[in-house]
Nanobody, 115 residues
């Protein structure tokens, strides 16, 4: 059974930092591309950052220079380090694991940036 579990969300003040984790099981993690998406209220889900199985990284323009995606194949876990957080980063953050046409999603973790 495949599991994708996000953690690390919460309430943070503008300018603060959070580190999200995405723990997986039931897949051969090192062969999967990992990605973080987010969905704010009444908005479409958008790609935040992705990291391929080989380590190639892409970021949405809105988070470049502030967020960093990484992966630890030994721990079957991906991370999203979020710095200099802004109110507009408030959203539910989802992790996905993708290999070819197969996607596994987590349940999401809420990130709220507010003073």
């Amino acid at each position: 059974q495949v599991q994708v579990v996000e953690s690390g969300g919460g309430l943070v003040q503008p300018g603060g930092s959070l580190r999200l984790s995405c723990a997986t099981s039931g897949i051969t993690f090192r062969f999967y591309a990992m990605a973080w998406y987010r969905q704010a209220p009444e908005k479409q889900r958008e790609l935040v950052a992705s990291i391929s199985a080989s380590g190639s990284i892409n970021y949405a323009d809105s988070v470049k220079g502030r967020f960093a995606i990484s992966r630890d194949n030994a721990k079957n876990t991906a991370y999203l380090q979020m710095n200099s957080l802004k109110a507009e980063d408030t959203a539910v953050y989802y992790c996905s694991a993708r290999q070819f046409s197969t996607d596994y999603w987590g349940q999401g973790t809420q990130v709220t940036v507010s003073s």
